[in-house]
């Protein structure tokens, strides 16, 4: 499942992605994410293994938030023989150096971070989309706010300025601005994001471990509408259990 390559733009990007939330302590992680910072993010290498290690199992692209300990990782993999192809998050608090260091990075595409998607202010968010088509990459968003936001975007002038939307989902709806991810609510969650007629990569899909790969990946499958995913790895372990799971789908 989610294996290969789409084609968006002329440019060939992966459908699987490893996740760098871990590596960066991304507080939704709860009190691991003490120990991602210990263990990653003051480890490059350990870091590069984890890629490595996915690029091992199948994995040819990175959904990178580049903080400069995971650029780093990234270096070392790529000069190590695993050129993982960069799908990256722009951070808010430094979106022009990090475009300018992903362009030279030759970036495949590129996403708002949802800080900057959720609030959903269109003049802000189209200067961001139309600074990273210039760098040729294609444009997207990502948003925490799937229900709210989506619906808004659907009226919005930005609409039909980005490719990529990246957004959480997982059979228990955490990370979802939702109360259940009850029956009724997934089937309005599946009509709006059909309406957006996007490329859609969904994250969280473990809900930051509580859920199996096995658990995870076979809601995923029941879905329709999910053409990439965005895995966060924390160790070369993680690697091999989710992807070898994913893939066999």
């Avoid at 691991?32 to 290498?45: G, I, M, S």
């Avoid at 998050?89 to 992903?102: A, F, K, Q, V």
């Avoid at 709210?148 to 990529?164: A, Q, W």
């Amino acid at each position: 499942m989610l294996e290969g390559y789409l084609e968006i733009d002329g440019k060939q990007i992966p459908r699987t992605l490893m996740g760098t939330s871990p590596s960066i302590g991304a507080a939704h992680f709860g009190h691991r994410a003490r120990l991602y910072l210990l263990d990653l993010y003051r480890n490059p290498e350990a870091i590069a293994q984890i890629m490595a290690r996915s690029y091992q199992m199948g994995v040819r692209g990175i959904q990178l938030i580049p903080h400069p300990p995971v650029v780093e990782a990234l270096q070392i993999a790529r000069d190590q023989g695993f050129p993982l192809d960069i799908i990256a998050t722009i951070r808010p608090e430094s979106e022009n150096e990090d475009i300018t260091l992903l362009s030279e990075l030759d970036a495949s595409a590129m996403l708002v971070d949802p800080e900057i998607t959720d609030q959903r202010d269109w003049n802000l968010i189209g200067e961001k989309l139309d600074a990273i088509k210039d760098t040729g990459s294609v444009p997207g968003l990502i948003t925490q706010y799937p229900f709210k936001t989506t619906m808004e975007l659907l009226e919005s002038p930005v609409i039909n300025d980005f490719k990529l939307y990246m957004v959480p989902l997982n059979r228990l709806g955490y990370l979802m601005d939702c109360d259940t991810y009850s029956s009724d609510e997934r089937a309005q969650f599946r009509e709006i994001i059909k309406k957006m007629d996007k490329t859609i990569i969904a994250m969280h899909v473990l809900a930051a471990g509580i859920m199996t790969p096995d658990d995870a990946f076979d809601y995923l499958k029941t879905t329709d509408f999910v053409d990439m995913v965005a895995v966060g790895i924390a160790s070369q372990k993680e690697a091999e259990e989710s992807f070898s799971k994913l893939f066999e789908r």
